[in-house]
Structure formats: C-alpha cells, structure tokens
C-alpha cells in the first residue's frame, strides 16, 4: 500500500486522510522517511535552516489546567509561579547585545491579573533596545485570552501588537485539534476553531505563523491525520503557514505522568508523515528541545529541513522532563547539520538567507576530523 502513497507523490498527487493513516501505519518508517526525504530534497535540496533566538517565558501563570503541562501555575504566589518584571524581561536581551539574538519568541501562561500594556510595553521595550529584532511572540491561544478577557476581537489584539512591536506568531498552542482528544487534554482554552481562526485573522492581516502539533499522549494516528489536514486547508484558504512543528509529549511532572513519552521512531515518523501531508508548508521543522539535538540530527535526513535556533533559555519543555541542553551554539547547529550531510543556513524569521556554511566536503572528511581531534584527546590524556 505504501507503493500507492509512493506513486501518487511521484505523479505530484495529493495525499488523501486514508494516505495519512497507512503512512503511520507501515512498519518500516525508513521506507516512510525515503519518501518524505525525496520530497524536502525536491523542495529544499541539502539547505538546512536554523537561526539566532532567544526564548523567553515572562509569565507562567496560567488560568487553564491542560493535562500535558508542567510549566503552568495557576495563580500568582503559589509556588514556582513567576511573572518578570519588564525590566527584568528586558535584561535577558540587554545582557546579550554582545551576540545578540535575531529573533525572540515568547510564549506564557493566561495570566489574568496582568494589564494589556503590559505586553504592549513588553514588545516595545525590547525594539527600543534593539530596533531590528524580530518579535516572534504569543500562541494563537494567547491571542484568543486576550481578545476575551480584555474585551477586544482578534483584529484589536493583533493590530495593537503589531503596534508595539509584534512581527510574527509561534505556532504554539495546537495540541491535538479533533475534540474527542482537545476536551480530555486542553478543555479550557481556545478550540481547535478559534486556533484556527486566530491564524486565519493573522494571515489576512499579513502576520505569518507557524503551527503545530503535540504528538505522543493519548491521540490515534487518526486524530494526528486529521490535525496536520486541518492545517492543510487552512494554508490551501491563507498560505500564511511558514513551518510546522511536531511537538513530542513529555510526561515529567503533568496530568499524564503515566503515559510513555513518544520514542525517536514516532518522533521521525511524525516528521515524515508530516513532511507528506503538509505539500502546502514550505518548512518542517525538526525541534531540537523537542526531540533532542541527536534525533532531530536524523530528522533531517526524514523530511525536516529546519533545525530550530540557539534557543538559548528553554523552561516549559524543561519543566516536563526535557533531558535536551538549554541551547546550543551556531557552531554546534552548523555541526549538527554538516555531520547529516546537509548544508547549513542561517536564516532570518521569514527564511531570507542570513549566511549560508559550507557543506562539509563529503560526510566522511567531517568524520576523520572528528577522529583526528579523538586522536589527539587521547594523546593529551595519555
Ligand atoms: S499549555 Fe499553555 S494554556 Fe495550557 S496550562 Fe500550560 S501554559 Fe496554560
């Protein structure tokens, strides 16, 4: 059956949900990630991409309860809860303009007590300290609580934010968007729908964003099929969708705590289907926080031509049991992406090419160098 899925993507065909379904199911994922690689290799060639970022939480109280979750805390005081102040905020830019970040992204609880300015101010601030960073900044979930809880549609909200400094959306915030899975997992907190919607608005308004999807709890490969098609049309109706980030469950310290975390095979898997379903996405990004620096190494070679940044300072995947490190350097990513046998670019938000490294000559020099250099360890050791 993999040999239909295989002919109609050779015949430029569209996959159908039933596609989706036998491309989770067959057992031999390397054949599933042949096809996908055939395809970000007619898309993208060897680029890889990846970029100088900065994450940043400035608030993790949260008025929703998602099951998944361990970064939330649900009101201010209790413990672990921390709400930065904007100077605060504003130091982790200032304390880095020897090598600044090209890009910050944001992502917080549903803090109920802050004022809109706040991050109106928030955004502002960090573009008075360096004009031409880019603001990557609030899910389409945030978006949604502000647009209730400070009485304002989604036009307000984004065009106030764009304002003070707002370039692009994360694409934070999808989990699983069938309902039997949403309502058990995410009950209190803007729908699939809205989600949608809130992209949708962006997009018409000119604002790009990203998606994803959090794989790996209690979703069937229907609910996955179903999620990545729901976002097919959606970029079919806007083609405001730059990336797509498959997000790996993590158990450590949530609702769900009983549940295995996804392993690398369903991690690639996922980049592979996701590579196929989604012919109307340019980039599908292999998180490293997500799925480790080592599996999303792989991953490039399973549909993924985008790496992530240097992230940084990473705390909700942390919270949930992440064992990947904080962040990496430019050097570790161009590594990562040389040693795959592809070729590094850093990039800017919108995929404009910042620098382009060299590819290492073939794979097999990058490897002698790295056994030269365990050569000479061992001579300094011995
Ligand atoms: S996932 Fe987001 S909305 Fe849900 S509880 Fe955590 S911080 Fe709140």
Known sequence: MLETVANKLRAGERLSHEDGLVLFSHPDVVEVGKLANLVRERLHGDRTYFNRNMRLEVTNVCVASCLFCSFAKLEEGSPGARTMTLEEAWRELQVRM????????????????????????????????????????????????????????????LERLRRAGLDSLPGGGAEIFHPEVRTRISHDKATAEEYLEVHRVAHRLGIRTNATMLYGHIETFEHRVDHL?????????????????????????????????????????????????????????????????????????????????????????????????????????????????????????????????PRAAVPESALKVRDRNARKHLEVLS
């Open 98 to 157: 020897d090598d600044p970040p090209a890009e910050i992204h944001i992502v917080n609880g549903l803090h109920p007590g802050l004022p809109f300015s706040y991050y109106e101010e928030l955004l502002a601030g960090f573009k008075r300290i360096k004009p031409d960073i880019h603001m990557k900044c609030f899910t389409a979930v945030e978006i949604h609580f502000f647009a209730r809880h400070y009485g304002m549609t989604y036009v307000e909200v």
């Open 229 to 357: 098609l729901r976002l097919r049309a959606l970029q079919d109706e806007t083609k405001g969708l730059q990336a797509f980030i498959p997000l790996a469950f993590h158990p450590d310290g949530n609702g769900m705590k009983n549940l295995p975390a996804p392993t690398a095979i369903d991690a690639l898997r996922t980049v592979a289907v996701s590579r196929l379903l989604l012919d109307n996405v340019p980039h599908i990004k292999a998180y490293w926080v997500s799925m480790t620096p080592e599996v999303a190494q792989i991953a490039l070679r399973f549909g993924a031509d985008d790496i992530d940044g240097t992230i940084v300072h990473e705390t909700i995947y942390r919270a949930a049991g992440s064992r990947s490190p904080d962040g990496l350097t430019v050097e570790r990513l161009v590594r990562l992406i040389q040693e795959a046998a592809r070729v590094p670019v850093e990039r800017d938000t919108f995929y404009n090419v910042v620098r382009e490294h």
